[in-house]
C-alpha cells in the first residue's frame, strides 16, 4: 500500500517452475513437472500449456506423498512422506546410517569421526573423489527420488521432470541413478514413451526470476 505499486506472492517453487517453463530446462514443454529438491521436497507443474495451482492454491506440495507405509515421521505429522526420503536432509540421513554402520569410511573421516556430522556435502565430496562406498548411498538416493517420480508420472504423465533446489548442484553424481532407478520402477517401460529428466538451469535463481515473471500468468 505505500508503494503504490501492484504486489503479487506465490510459492517459491511455483514461482521456480515458471522460471523453467518460460527460460530454463522447461521451455517448450506443454505438460512439465518441477521437483524442488532441498532440506523438503515441493514443486510446480504445468499442464495443458497452463501453470497448476490447484482449487485452493496447495497444488504441487509432492514431498508429502506417502512412499513408506509406516515410515519415518515428518513434521507435518505423517508418516513416510517422500520428503523424510529424497530431500537434502533425507540424503544425510541415509549417509549417517551407513556411517554409524562402518559402511562409509570415507565419509566419515570428512565428518571427523562423527556420525552425527555427516551432512550430504560430505557424501557428494567423497563420491566425487570416487569412493565406493558413497557412491552407494548416491546410488540409494537416487531410487527414493526416481520412486517419488513413477508416482507423479502415474498421475500426471509429464513430458518432462526438472529437478531443482539445492540438490541441483550435484546433478552429475545424481541424475544417472535417478534416471536408471526410474526406469526400471516405471511401470511397463517398454509400452510408453519416457518422461524426460533433467536439472534445472536457474538452480537457486529460479524462485527469484519466477517470481519476476508472476505479472505474465495473471
Request: aromatic share 8%; glycine share 16%; charged share 20%.
Amino acid at each position: 500500500a505505500r508503494s503504490g505499486l501492484r504486489v503479487m506472492v506465490d510459492n517459491d517453487n511455483t514461482v521456480a517452475c515458471l522460471a523453467e517453463w518460460r527460460y530454463g530446462a522447461g521451455r517448450g514443454c506443454n505438460d512439465f513437472v518441477l521437483v524442488g529438491l532441498g532440506t523438503g521436497i515441493g514443486g510446480g507443474f504445468v499442464s495443458g500449456g497452463a501453470l497448476q495451482r490447484g482449487h485452493h492454491g496447495f497444488a504441487g506440495e509432492f514431498g508429502h506423498m506417502i512412499v513408506q507405509r509406516n515410515g519415518l515421521p515428518c513434521p507435518c505429522g505423517q508418516y513416510g512422506c517422500w520428503e523424510r526420503y529424497a530431500s537434502g536432509s533425507g540424503l544425510a540421513r541415509l549417509a549417517r546410517e551407513a556411517a554409524i554402520g562402518r559402511r562409509v569410511n570415507r565419509v566419515l573421516d570428512i565428518a571427523g569421526g562423527d556420525p552425527e556430522a555427516v551432512r550430504g556435502e560430505m557424501v557428494m565430496q567423497a563420491a566425487r573423489e570416487g569412493d565406493a562406498d558413497a557412491l552407494k548411498v548416491i546410488d540409494l538416493f537416487g531410487r527414493w527420488v526416481a520412486l517419488g517420480l513413477v508416482n507423479l508420472t502415474n498421475v500426471l504423465d509429464p513430458e518432462m521432470f526438472v529437478l531443482g533446489g539445492g540438490l541441483a548442484a550435484g546433478s552429475d553424481l545424481y541424475l544417472d541413478p535417478i534416471k536408471h532407478w526410474f526406469h526400471e520402477l516405471i511401470y511397463q517401460p517398454e509400452l510408453r514413451p519416457m518422461p524426460e529428466v533433467a536439472f534445472a538451469r536457474w538452480n537457486e535463481r529460479a524462485g527469484a526470476v519466477g517470481a519476476a515473471l508472476l505479472h505474465s500468468v495473471h
